[in-house]
Structures are given as structure tokens and as C-alpha cells.
């Protein structure tokens, strides 16, 4: 049962009632918003660190006309704790609802948003859903929970920590679309799942994770993957016993009691050391998917690692949109203080990825390492001054780039269904990232396209006509495209200058689109550097525990 009364649309899905509220979209019409929407019991008290567990059903009107909680996190501009743990919400946002007629169910995209597994939130701030819900789609964007209440694991199966906890309320708010999005006029049969960085590697672990099969049936990932090493967790206990200055004496159990029982600051204030001394692009981190063990028997978000599913053809066969921005890499001056950029070409096997698995100080280690100092920097004095734009080449390469083509490499060898990729190299106003790190050289920093896809409160609305105004436009109907069709250009299209975007045909010359002031298909990008990685990976993979 669905109304509309005083511009308070009332919703009925299976768990209760909800009011939302209307709001304009970007290009004059009109929306409905229901913000803040449970989907799972807090994660509070006995549930903490444990796998998400569905929302009882509430009587009377759940009030869904504010935005909820982000998770537990340090706040992007005061950089204070902010956020609860009580925090796994999602907001839906529906340009129809079915008042006195039943029209044809729209296409669902389900976002998930990004932040280093540590940042980031669902609340329209940041992800505004104004511009993406003009394209007449019904758009879902969903917490999870960050940091170690999202990603602690254990080995010990009795304490029924397994680890990828984040990735299952994924599962869950997922779930939640499929019994519910029908009552605000979203197809359950056509379902994309999207989000950038961390949200994009998500995406991919999603596509590639059994337990979340038949949930979508499409996935865009945008800056991420699940070759990027950043993504991935190493085992915590000791690096969360120096953090909380309890020793190296204590079991799993005795660990895991701790936590449970300290309050949530405390948590957080060890994860900002943990982060600032652990914080490397292209390196395993704290927090990210790790194999759950052999010996926990409940449902396993990865019984195997994920790239062995993805070289294996194990996964969720669905078609896919993936991409990165030209100047990705710059990102690392938000995260690396600049006078500490040095560690990029003076620590020999800082750049040795991650997930290739190789011992510190080993030969093949060291080797690597400058081999990779000498392609980028070559064998002269470097500094930031004089080798900035290498500086940010390797990153974007090491960290997204080489990845993401991998990824989509691996994809077309092993899956009939269409591929496509992209790259934004537009550098424009909507830049807000860029423009906020005070970078001067051309590229588009990491997370920069959000501003094309949402409204944020770090962008101002482009004037009409604008290129800003007109990319705007133009991204959010090949995404939206996308979502619909499983196509970004199903048809000639003036808004795209009649643009066809082909998909990934071949693994030798992969297509893709640059997204500029003109649209533009190329062809393998940034050829000559990948084919360097390809030669890092295939020598270390011979000697790598995968």
C-alpha cells in the first residue's frame, strides 16, 4: 500500500510503513526520498564484529525524511571522531511511486560508496542523488559498517569472528532490495550494484563472492578492484594488541572479550594509529576481505581467495563496467604527507604489490623493487619537485590502473557476458578532490567523478551549457544506461554526440571510452607501463602463495 498525503509519501514494505519525503531533481522534475531506512538489527552489544542480522519488523510509521548514521569514523572536515555504531541504514530514492496505477518497474542501482574501508557514508551530503534519478531509475545507497568493526577476523571458529563482516551487510542491504524495492517502483529482476574506490573494490568482491549470487545483475566499479592489493586485510591480533598496549600474550578469545567490552572510542583511536603507521596504497592493510577459515562452518563470504575465483571463472557471470581516472594516483597526497612522498623511491620494495605475497628482503623482492624505481624515476637524483608526475603515474598504475585492466582481462577470458571500460580524463570544475589537494599537473584525481554522478555539498551545480553541466549529463545517462540495458549506448544518442561504446572484445587490444570534452574510444591504455606490470606480476607470481 503506498500514499501520498500533505508531500509525505507513505511507503508499506515488508517490514513496516516508512514516510519519505519529495524533493526536485537536477533537471526540474520531481523524486521521492526515504532516507536512513534499516536493514539490519544494530551491530551493537553481543553483535558486534558478527555477521549483520535482518531488521525485526516495527509497528507504526518509521520516519524516513532524515538522514541516518554514518558509521564510526573520523569526520572528513572537523577530522573528529563521528559517526555509530548503529549505523547500517540505507536511503531510496524513486522518481515513481505506485499511488493508483502499476506501471513497468524501473531499473535499481545500488551504491556503494568508498573511503579506504575506513571513510565515507550514504548521506546525500556527499552522494546527492539528484542528478543520477533524473535518468528515471530507482537509486539505492547503502551504509556498512568501516574499519575493525567492519573487518576484524579471527581464526578461532568458537568465536564466530570469520572476518569480511562489512562485505556481509552488503549481502544483507542487498537482500533488503530484492523483498522490497518492488514497493517503491524498482525492478528486483534488474538490479546494478556500483561505487567507487573501496566501493568499486566491494563491487568486484561482490561479483566474485558466492554469497552474494543472484542478488544483482550487473556491477560497475569505478577506481577499483579486486587486484588492488589496498583491498585486502593482513591478520590483526598482533598489530591490534601493540595499538591497544596490551602485549603479545593474549589468545583470540581473550583478545576479541577485550573489545567487545572497551567503548567505541577506544576502537577508534587504536585504528588511527594502526592506520598511520600502516597506510600504503599498494600494500595489504588491516582492514579488507580476507579467506575465512576452513575450520568456521557458517556461511562464507570467501572460502578461497578471491583472485583464485576470478582466474577459475567462479563467479557471478553478470556484465560489467569498470574504469579509472587519468590522475588516479594523486590521491596518495591526501593520504602520504608530502614531506614523506621520499618512501616511494627510496624504500627499495615499497612498491612491490601486495598480493604478489613476497617475503620483505628477499631477492626477488629487492629486485623488483628497483626495477620498478628505475622505470619510473629512473637512475638519477629523484624528488617530488622534479619527478611529481611520475610520482603520481606510479601510484595510479600501482594502486588502480594495472588492477583494474587485469581484472578485465581475466573477465574476458572467462565470461561470455559484455565488459566495457573507461576513462575520465576530463579535468574540469567538478574536480573537487583535485582542487582541494592543490594539485596543478592535468589528471583526474581518485574519487573526482563522484561529482559528476551526485550532488555533493563540495561542488556547486554547473551552469547550464557548461562542459561541467554537459559531462554531467552525459555520465549519468551512460551509467544510467548501463543499469538499464546492460549497454551504456544502446542506441544513437545526441547527448552523446551519437557516441558507440563497444565492449572488451579482445584481451590483447582492449577498448575503451575517454570521457573528455569529446568521447573518444582507444585503445589499451597507458600500454607501455602495463605491459611493465605484467612483467613484475608474472616473475612474482611464480614465487607467490596464490
Known sequence: MTSENNSSPIVTIHEGQLKGIICNDARGGKFYSFL?????????????FKAPQAVDPWNGVFDATNGGNMCIQED??????????????????????????TPKLKPVMVFIHGGSFLLGSNRMELHGPEILISENIVLVAI?????????LSFDDPKLDIPGNAAFKDMVLALKWVQRNVHNFMGDPTNVTIFGNSAGAAAVHFLMLSPMAKGLFHKA??????????????????????????????????????????????????????????????NQYRFIGAVVEPKAWHGEKFFS???????LAGRYSKVPLLMGYNSGDGMVVDSMVAKDMNYI????????????????????????????????????????????????????????????????????????????????????????????????????????????????????????????????????????ANFAKHGHPTPARDPLLNGAFWPPVDSTDRVSFLDINEQLCIDYNPEAERMKFWDKVYTRGLLFSKL
Open 36 to 48: 536512513a531506512i534499516p536493514y539490519a538489527k544494530p551491530p551493537v552489544g553481543n553483535l558486534r
Open 76 to 101: 572528513f572536515l572537523t577530522k573528529k571522531m563521528s559517526g555509530s555504531e548503529d549505523c547500517l541504514n540505507l536511503n531510496v530514492y524513486t522518481p515513481q511511486l505506485p499511488f493508483s496505477s
Open 143 to 151: 551504509n556498512y559498517r568501516l574499519g575493525i568493526l567492519g573487518f
Open 220 to 281: 560497475l566499479c569505478q577506481s577499483g578492484s579486486a587486484l588492488s592489493s589496498w583491498a585486502y586485510a593482513h591478520k590483526q591480533k598482533e598489530i591490534l594488541e601493540t595499538a591497544l598496549d596490551l602485549g603479545h600474550n593474549l589468545s583470540e578469545e581473550e583478545l576479541y572479550k577485550y573489545l567487545s567490552k572497551i567503548n567505541v572510542e577506544e576502537i577508534f583511536k587504536a585504528q588511527c594509529n594502526i592506520d598511520k603507521e600502516s597506510i600504503k596504497c
Open 304 to 310: 578461497e581467495h578471491p583472485i583464485k575465483s576470478l
Open 344 to 479: 616511494y623511491w627510496t624504500d627499495k620494495e615499497y612498491n612491490v604489490p601486495g598480493l604478489l605475497q613476497l617475503k620483505k628482503g628477499s631477492p626477488l623482492s629487492k629486485k623488483l623493487g628497483e626495477e620498478i624505481i628505475t622505470f619510473y624515476f629512473g637512475n638519477g637524483e629523484i624528488s617530488r619537485e622534479t619527478h611529481l608526475q611520475e610520482f603520481y603515474d606510479i601510484t595510479t598504475d600501482n594502486s588502480f590502473l594495472r588492477g583494474i585492466l587485469s581484472s578485465i582481462k581475466h573477465h574476458r577470458r572467462t565470461s561470455q557476458s559484455p565488459i566495457y571500460m573507461y576513462r575520465l580524463s576530463i579535468d574540469s570544475n567538478l574536480c573537487f578532490y583535485k582542487r582541494m589537494l592543490e594539485i596543478e599537473l592535468p589528471g583526474v584525481c581518485h574519487a573526482d567523478e563522484i561529482g559528476y554522478l551526485f550532488t555533493t555539498i563540495l561542488t556547486s551545480n554547473p551552469e547550464p551549457g557548461s562542459i561541467e553541466d554537459l559531462t554531467q549529463r552525459r555520465m549519468s545517462r551512460l551509467w
